[in-house]
Every structure is written in C-alpha cells, then in structure tokens.
C-alpha cells in the first residue's frame, strides 16, 4: 500500500472525498456508534456531523 499526506484546504476543512469515505466508514460501524455515544443519531450519520466529530 502506497500513503501518500494530504495537504489540508486552506479553510481547514476535509476535502469531499476523503469527508464522503469518512462517512461510509462511520455509518458502517453502527453498532459501535451506537454503544459509544458519538453520535446522537447512529441511523443518521451524515458528512456534516462526520466533519463536526471528534469521535476519530
């Protein structure tokens, strides 16, 4: 496997595909999310709570 940084956007955020990739990840972990409280809502995890986290 290649790694490869990311240089961050100017505006601090994450770029959309890897917020996108973020998102995927994290509503496929439902269960854990749901036992550990990260988000309010483990059905509905959206890339505009994904980027607000701090669970990661």
Do not use: Q, V
């Given at each position: 496997m290649i790694v490869e940084p990311l240089a961050a956007p100017a505006d601090g955020g994450l770029p959309e595909p890897l917020l996108a990739e973020?998102?995927?990840?994290?509503?496929?972990?439902?269960?854990?999310?749901?036992?550990?409280?990260?988000?309010?809502?483990?059905?509905?995890?959206r890339p505009t709570r994904?980027?607000?986290?701090?669970?990661?």
């Open positions: 973020l998102t995927a990840l994290y509503a496929a972990n439902r269960d854990f999310f749901a036992l550990s409280g990260d988000f309010p809502d483990p059905d509905d995890i994904t980027h607000g986290s701090d669970c990661c």
